[in-house]
């Protein structure tokens, strides 16, 4: 019998090659007179022709968005957006320039609109998160989430395959875990399996250099569905050791989910049926953590926590804080298992 709760945060989404030329016609279908322009400094040629299109609506620019949302960074881009009365934001970039982008929402309201250039999929939730005083503050807001979102994968061009590889794989664990997550749902499930297999089919030439503009649209197209489903599903083990190792260690992001997604997969492969069978199907693999460990393999991620420079005494502690707190997980966590995931994340075994 079908009973579900399924929270969607209504945007607009515009996708394809070359759609950036349609910013213009975006900002004005926002309502948009007076526009912020927030933008990473890989994205810098797309950005000013994003302004030249908008001619006088574009009032103020940020170039150069950094890693983690400082709140320094915040706060003048605040100013900067009062000094010059915007009535709306634009971020062009990764996570870092929506992430700025996020941050003058919160605190301005203003409607913000997106055009992603990476796979991280933050311009789809209502997660904002700021850093300071060497932590991060996160929370959940829906003023923060994009009123439009342009994809247009030609951005995704330049994106090099260190870049490119672990951040698919890192949007494919959002999927992951929404698949197995306590609030699941048949409209969930069905965007989650189809970020997986969409990401998988892209992803490979994206990392050899080989993609057409059909392989670039595949990853981008899987990285919105895996953006969709980290929106709303409660995520698991994988997320809580991502956060455990990453933030206490200093490991980077994507690399780090890159690795111990395999493993967390493996580790509720009988608590999970469904889950696996779904995750196996869009791989069109065997099994499901082979599969995503085959697939970061193939494209040459990072498969080893020892690689990222981790000291192998770490993994008791990173054991201790991954279990001191109770979570859902489809498979109990108990501190034995979890320890000897990260063995073999540690080594880069393939999850047999
Ligand atoms: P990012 O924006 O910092 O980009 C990573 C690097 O890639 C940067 O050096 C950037 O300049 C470069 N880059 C971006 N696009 C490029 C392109 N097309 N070509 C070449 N280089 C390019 O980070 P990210 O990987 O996009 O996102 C990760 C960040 O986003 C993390 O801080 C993470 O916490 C956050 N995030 C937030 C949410 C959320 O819902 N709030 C979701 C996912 C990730």
């Not at 203003?110 to 503050?137: F, N, Q």
């Not at 492969?269 to 599969?291: F, N, W, Y």
Request: proline fraction near 5%.
């Amino acid at each position: 019998m079908l009973d579900f709760t399924y929270q969607a945060f209504a945007a607009r989404i515009v996708f394809g090659p070359g759609k950036i030329s349609e910013i213009a016609d975006e900002v004005d279908r926002l309502g948009g007179k007076a526009a912020l322009l927030i933008s990473t400094g890989s994205q810098r040629a797309a950005a000013d022709a994003a302004a030249a299109a908008l001619g006088q609506t574009c009032v103020a620019r940020i170039d150069g968005a950094v890693m983690h949302v400082p709140r320094g960074d915040v706060q003048n881009a605040v100013a900067l957006a009062r000094q010059h009365k915007c009535d709306c934001v634009i971020a062009i970039g990764g996570g870092s320039a929506v992430g700025v982008a996020k941050g003058v929402a919160l605190e301005t309201e203003l409607p913000i609109l997106a055009v992603p250039s990476t796979y991280a999929g933050s311009e789809m939730t209502d997660i904002w998160g700021i850093s300071e005083g060497g932590g991060k503050v996160t929370g959940r807001d829906r003023r923060v989430v994009p009123k439009c979102v342009i994809y247009d994968p030609d951005l995704t061009r330049g994106l090099p395959a260190r870049i490119a590889g672990p951040s698919g794989i890192n949007a494919m664990a959002h999927s992951v875990e929404a698949l197995y997550a306590q609030n699941r749902n048949p409209v969930l499930s069905m965007v989650a399996e189809g970020g997986i297999r969409a990401l998988a089919a892209g992803l490979p030439a994206v990392c050899d250099g080989t993609a057409d503009d059909e392989a670039r649209g595949q990853a981008v197209y899987g990285a919105f569905m895996c953006g969709l489903a980290l929106a709303t599903a409660t995520m698991g083990i994988h997320h809580k050791l991502c956060h455990a190792i990453g933030g206490t260690f200093q490991l980077p992001h994507a690399e780090t989910h890159t690795i111990l997604l395999p493993h967390a997969t493996h580790y509720n492969r009988d608590a999970a049926p469904d889950a696996m069978t779904a995750i196996a199907r869009a791989l069109d693999a065997e099994s499901a953590a082979g599969g995503i460990f085959d697939l970061a393999a193939r494209i040459g991620a990072p498969t080893a926590l020892r690689d990222l420079g981790l000291d192998e005494k770490n993994l008791d502690r990173a054991a201790d804080i991954a279990t001191e707190s109770p979570y859902y997980n489809p498979q109990p966590v108990d501190r034995e298992g979890v320890r000897a995931l990260l063995d073999n994340a540690f080594h880069g075994r393939r999850p047999a």
